[in-house]
């Protein structure tokens, strides 16, 4: 009886064994090949901003109008990567691209300018599939409408961001019906580089 014990308990212990790396295992981060290439690319201008200009937007955007827009690779990490986007002397936004646990995932920060959380703020979403080297798409997440919701943006609420880059240009675009917004930064020219975001050390 003992020895039958004994056995069950080493049994227990084994299959403890076996389990436990395995849910270790599933908080890697799984972004695939392709998008590691893409993050690489961006990652790659880190410590450069960029010159850029509205090529698609209607009456919603003209914010945009007229001021100078810049975007900045500031701070870089092998899984996250900081991009404040300084439109004129608003320095607000900053885009994140994180690789998360499936995929990757694209958040803005908002900040007012003594550096408190806007109350719209880390808004965003993660992609749904692997997308291209040149190309990933982020479909708004659940918190995100939630917040959309709650701060009355319901016209929102089935956004969908983009980030292209090739060798010369990076491209942020928004999505949605009855709204294409798209900015393109030069990334042949590096520009002087902005001031700190707001919010941002």
């Known amino acids: 009886m003992k020895s039958r014990i004994a056995l069950q308990s080493l049994v227990l212990a084994s299959l403890s064994s076996i389990a436990l790396p395995s849910i270790a295992a599933q908080t890697e981060p799984l972004s695939t090949e392709t998008q590691n290439t893409f993050f690489a690319q961006i990652a790659g201008h880190c410590g450069q901003a960029f010159a850029g200009k509205v090529v698609s937007g209607n009456a919603v955007d003209s914010d945009f109008s007229g001021k100078s827009l810049m975007m ?4 870089c990490s092998d899984t996250e990567l900081k991009i404040p986007f300084h439109v004129g002397d608003d320095h607000s936004r900053t885009w994140v691209l994180t690789k998360a646990q499936q995929g990757l995932k694209l958040k803005h920060d ?3 300018q003594d550096g408190s959380e806007d109350a719209v703020t880390m808004y965003g979403g993660d992609t749904i599939n692997d997308g291209t080297v040149q190309k990933q798409s982020f479909p708004i997440d659940k918190d995100s409408i939630d917040n959309f919701v709650k701060n009355g943006l319901t016209q ?4 969908v961001w983009h980030i292209a880059i090739t060798p010369t240009t990076f491209s942020y675009q928004l999505t949605r019906a009855n709204r294409n917004f798209q900015v393109d930064f030069d990334l042949t020219q590096p520009v002087v580089l902005p001031p700190a975001p707001w919010g941002h050390k």
């Open 110 to 112: 908002h900040r007012h």
């Open 72 to 75: 900045h690779v500031r701070e």
């Open 156 to 159: 929102s609420i089935t956004n």
